[in-house]
């Protein structure tokens, strides 16, 4: 008999309590089926489907313009190049937790030979100390929001401003790597141009939060866009045509940009329900967006199949995987969206109760 792994019952479950649901075929159907079907496609970058949205995020995101790009690892280190060329110094500043150090086989070292120097230790966020104590001249710093690899943490409005100033003041350029953007405003309580404004340039993605199939937003001033279209082209991100990603991004920013409140009060509430078992916490305890990670202090092997009983005996799904963070330790990520809503109430109540029972069961007494 074939045992049922933690991925079989998430996949299997009837309820899942994270994110908008499963990224197949459908998420184009659903956006694409009110459009007319003799709507022109962009060509090369040009047309007005492209420039149209392009505007629409410039507007959105208080800059003088924007440009849409398939992805935003392009986007970003394209930014940070641009910024490094017009310094002539090649030297940027981030976490060592960002993107861009740990999830691009350094593209940014190696495309583009700049240097890099990390801030701060990996389980906090940037403070103002940290870029006070920079030595070096540097072209540019990057601030992601939220810092996901450590739950989605924030530096406080407060901190974003005196970094901003700090910046300005030294002649350093400050990126945002705003793919989660939308996530952090109901928290900090600012639109996006009045968080926007504190960086020179700004990057949001498309198929994170706000669920679309792929594709990024580069925003900042003309003579910076004009440059970042150069070396958009230089990547190979013109393609022919980017409809299919222009046309989804719109139509599920206009479904979801009004729900971040939404989902930043689900994650706080099933944040609530972790944090109230036995032996796990979230981090942060309490979000600051619609996402956080949720940690069990037992080994990996110990605590998957009591996630798998839980997800297989009540049909609701919790999560597909655990990472190790060490031998006593392991963790998941969550990032609330439309799913949340649509479980019943006396349902997620029971999936807690019961979990809380199993981990005191197997570990109450370690």
């Not at 045992?3 to 990224?23: I, M, P, V, W």
């Not at 970058?45 to 849409?68: D, H, S």
């Not at 060329?85 to 060592?96: I, N, S, T």
């Not at 009060?265 to 944040?271: Q, R, V, W």
Request: proline share 3%; net charge negative; aromatic share 10%.
């Amino acid at each position: 008999m074939v045992q049922n792994t933690l991925k079989d019952t998430f996949k299997n479950s009837n309820y899942k309590l994270a994110g908008h649901g499963e990224r197949n075929i459908h998420v184009l159907k659903e956006a694409f089926k009110s459009i007319d079907g003799d709507l022109e496609s962009d060509n090369y970058g040009e047309g007005a489907v492209i420039q149209e949205f392009e505007e629409k995020m410039a507007a959105t995101l208080g800059k003088e313009e924007a440009v849409f790009f398939p992805s935003g690892t392009m986007a970003q280190q394209i930014a940070l190049r641009i910024w490094c060329d017009e310094k002539g110094l090649r030297k940027v500043a981030y976490h060592p937790l960002s993107h861009i150090e740990i999830h691009e086989e350094d593209g940014l070292k190696e495309l583009h030979k700049i240097e890099t120097v990390l801030l701060a230790e990996k389980n906090r966020v940037i403070e103002l100390e940290d870029v006070l104590r920079i030595e070096e001249p540097i072209a540019s710093i990057l601030l992601e929001l939220p810092q996901r690899e450590i739950g989605g943490q924030l530096p406080s409005f407060e901190t974003l401003e005196q970094i901003s100033k700090h910046c300005q003041e030294h002649g350093i350029k400050l990126h945002l790597d705003g793919a989660r953007l939308l996530e952090v405003l109901p928290y900090y309580q600012k639109s996006a141009a009045e968080v926007c404004a504190l960086f020179d340039s700004v990057y949001i993605s498309f198929y994170k939060g706000v669920g679309g199939i792929a594709g990024a937003v580069l925003a900042g001033d003309k003579e910076f866009i004009k440059h970042s279209k150069v070396w958009k082209r230089r990547y190979g991100g013109d393609l022919i045509s980017l409809y299919p990603y222009i046309l989804s991004a719109d139509y599920y920013y206009r479904q979801r940009a009004d729900k971040m409140e939404l989902y930043y009060e689900a994650a706080k509430e099933l944040a609530g329900f972790y944090n109230a078992c036995h032996g796990i916490s979230t981090l942060p305890l309490e979000p600051v967006s619609n996402m956080f990670h949720v940690h069990f202090h037992q080994a990996k092997e110990l605590v998957e199949p009591i996630l798998t009983e839980v997800q297989q005996q009540t049909g609701i799904g919790l999560t597909s995987y655990l990472k190790e963070i060490d031998e006593n330790s392991c963790s998941f990520e969550v990032s609330l969206g439309d799913l949340y809503e649509t479980v019943p109430r006396e349902l997620l109540e029971k999936v807690f109760k019961q979990l809380d029972a199993l981990m005191k069961q197997r570990f109450s007494s370690i």
